[in-house]
């Protein structure tokens, strides 16, 4: 149960560092009034996008492979 749960952990570790790495996750912090606002911006289009492409790609692998 313990390595499940690690893989779990690492796996969404895995997903998070390539959308912020691949532009689908953006994070900006602000200080105003002696507050810090941290904003969390997700770009859907990017990721549908990316995944499009994904699909493409695999497709054309499938294809190759396959002639």
Do not use: C, P
């Given at each position: 149960?313990?390595?499940?749960?690690?893989?779990?952990?690492?796996?969404?570790?895995?997903?998070?560092?390539?959308?912020?790495?691949?532009?689908?996750?953006?994070?900006?912090?602000?200080?105003?009034?002696?507050?810090?606002?941290?904003?969390?911006?997700?770009?859907?289009?990017?990721?549908?996008?990316?995944?499009?492409?994904a699909?493409?790609?695999v497709?054309d692998?499938?294809?190759?492979?396959?002639?």
């Open positions: 149960m313990n390595r499940l749960l690690i893989v779990l952990v690492l796996v969404v570790i895995g997903v998070a560092g390539l959308g912020y790495y691949l532009g689908w996750f953006r994070v900006d912090k602000t200080n105003a009034d002696g507050q810090t606002h941290i904003t969390l911006t997700v770009d859907q289009k990017k990721i549908q996008a990316d995944e499009k492409r699909l493409e790609k497709r692998v499938g294809q190759s492979a396959k002639n």
